[in-house]
Nanobody, 122 residues
Framework: QVQVVQSGGGSVQAGGSLRLSCTVS????????MGWFRQAPGKERERVAH????????YYADSVKGRFNISRGKSKDTLYLQLNSLKSEETAMYYC???????????????WGQGTQVTVSS
């Protein structure tokens, strides 16, 4: 029923920027949270940022605060992640997620995008 399709990603030098996007079909206004996760090889998946949709409140992992920005498009079916001042350690597969449980700065996605690779060269 719900499909999440991502776009963006690619390669960038350290200090550069990228913008990721995903489009969610089958989305309802009742969706509470949407967000972004990433997973580097051999490491656990971590939450990067998410939005509590009823209020638009945004939450970020400490490591990306002040550098990344999560936002929604006007149509509300598109989610963006602006990645600024990228570091080589942030090379990972990035995933968009929709719905699923959330509480404060904690979020676990239910529906997932296919993932997009972000490679940051040092």
């Amino acid at each position: 029923q719900v499909q999440v399709v991502q776009s963006g990603g690619g390669s960038v030098q350290a200090g550069g920027s990228l913008r990721l996007s995903c489009t969610v079909s089958g989305y309802s206004s009742g969706t509470v949270c949407m967000g972004w996760f990433r997973q580097a090889p051999g490491k656990e998946r971590e939450r990067v940022a998410h939005i509590f949709t009823p209020t638009g409140t945004t939450y970020y992992a400490d490591s990306v605060k002040g550098r990344f920005n999560i936002s929604r498009g006007k149509s509300k079916d598109t989610l963006y992640l602006q990645l600024n001042s990228l570091k080589s350690e942030e090379t990972a597969m990035y995933y968009c997620a929709s719905e699923g449980p959330c509480a404060g700065d904690w979020y676990q996605g239910k529906y997932w995008g296919q993932g997009t690779q972000v490679t940051v060269s040092s």
